[in-house]
């Protein structure tokens, strides 16, 4: 049975949001370490099956397609559990987040997919944000939301979609992670 995110579920998880930035002092953060260079990263995930060698081929590309795009990678990534993140690069608890996202993709790379959706955002800001704190996998440009409706992904900031290995969306995290144990637990629970 999915979890979905009530509205007041997403109101408390952006308000825990915004005191984990308190507490941490705003800025780039998600704890747990440094960030896995892109070299370090290509090297790390090399070898991977052949449906997330082709997301890792994208890292950090921002791409457009729309909905139409975004289903027809997901049905090809069947077998495998998928991760899509909805962020925005002036979402200070996105910022706050991306670093996790960064080790954990590299970490989970050979079994689980990565995904973003980047909404509400400017082209611009998006790829000057990706530029600085790249990551190993793609992000879908939706300015509108149209594609984040079609995820199901609703409102707010950040949004985490785990999608099981038929595609069948099985989670969604509202808010920030704050630790990479807090997503390594979701992953365990929800896609392995």
């Given amino acids: ?85 909805k962020w925005a690069s002036w979402c200070a608890p996105c910022r706050y987040e991306f670093p996790v996202l960064q080790r954990m993709s590299v970490k989970h790379g050979k079994t689980v997919a990565f995904r973003g959706i980047d909404a509400r955002d400017s082209k611009g800001g998006a790829t000057r944000y990706l530029k600085k704190h790249p990551v190993s996998y793609p992000s879908y440009f939706d300015p509108k939301e149209s594609l984040s409706r079609a995820a199901e992904a609703p409102e707010g900031f950040p949004i985490t979609n785990f999608y099981d290995r038929t595609g069948k969306l099985v989670y969604q995290h509202a808010g920030p992670y704050t630790s990479d144990q807090l997503l390594e637990r979701d992953i365990a629970k929800y896609l392995e």
């Fill in 1 to 85: 049975m999915l979890d979905r995110v009530s509205p007041r579920r997403l109101a408390s998880a952006a308000l825990a949001g915004l005191a984990a930035l308190a507490i941490a002092g705003c800025g780039d953060g998600g704890s747990s370490g440094s960030v896995p260079s892109a070299r370090a990263a290509k090297k790390e995930l090399a070898g991977a099956p052949a449906p997330l060698a082709s997301i890792h081929a994208q890292a950090n590309d921002l791409l457009d397609g729309g909905d139409m795009a975004f289903k027809k990678r997901l049905a090809s990534l069947h077998g495998h559990g998928v991760i899509v993140n």
